[in-house]
């Protein structure tokens, strides 16, 4: 599934490449909110029903149309034709087109945290039980993503990480 929010981001992305290879400055701090909202709308991806992760998504979409506002103003500086041309892409987006795909070399694991949470990650040397990590996550409230039988992602309240990671600290001493 691919949102609006998602393909705006990926139109965004590629303005800004292309306006970094043409020798334009991007903004400080453009780039860290691109991977904040990258990050909200793959979680929201993952649980569109949580209540954290929609407001999310929705402050995410408003960073969007900041950012996209801070970048067609750079855009601007090339001419009217190359403005019109990242316009017609936006447009593009908001008919619920598909305009860019997402390269498969891209990392699986999130750039950010989800909103409000930490994310911990952890490599093992030996697969393990999923069930037993799963009740170690679920007994502390955390949310779990199984990358592969010996990676694993957690996401929760700091503390109910912390105490979640310790009791897996056995599976590290594993061989």
Do not use: C
């Amino acid at each position: 599934m691919s949102l609006p929010s998602e393909q705006n981001w990926l139109v965004l992305h590629h303005l800004i490449t292309d306006l970094t290879k043409k020798g334009y400055e991007i903004p400080d701090g453009i780039n860290l909110e691109m991977g904040l909202i990258r990050s909200t709308i793959s979680s929201y991806k993952r649980d569109p029903s949580h209540p954290d992760l929609i407001n999310g998504l929705a402050n995410a979409e408003m960073s969007l149309n900041n950012v996209q506002g801070t970048l067609l103003i750079i855009a601007e500086e090339e001419g009217d034709e190359y403005v019109d041309h990242w316009l017609d892409l936006l447009k593009k987006v908001m008919r619920g087109e598909k305009v860019f795909e997402f390269p498969d070399s891209r990392s699986k694991f999130l750039a950010n945290t989800p909103p409000g949470l930490i994310t911990g990650r952890i490599n093992l040397r030996v697969p393990l039980a999923e069930e037993r990590v799963q009740e170690i996550a679920e007994w502390n409230g955390l949310i779990i993503e199984f990358e592969d039988d010996v990676t694993v992602q957690l996401h929760g309240d700091k503390e109910d990480l912390q105490h979640g990671l310790k009791e897996m600290g056995s599976f590290f001493l594993e061989n």
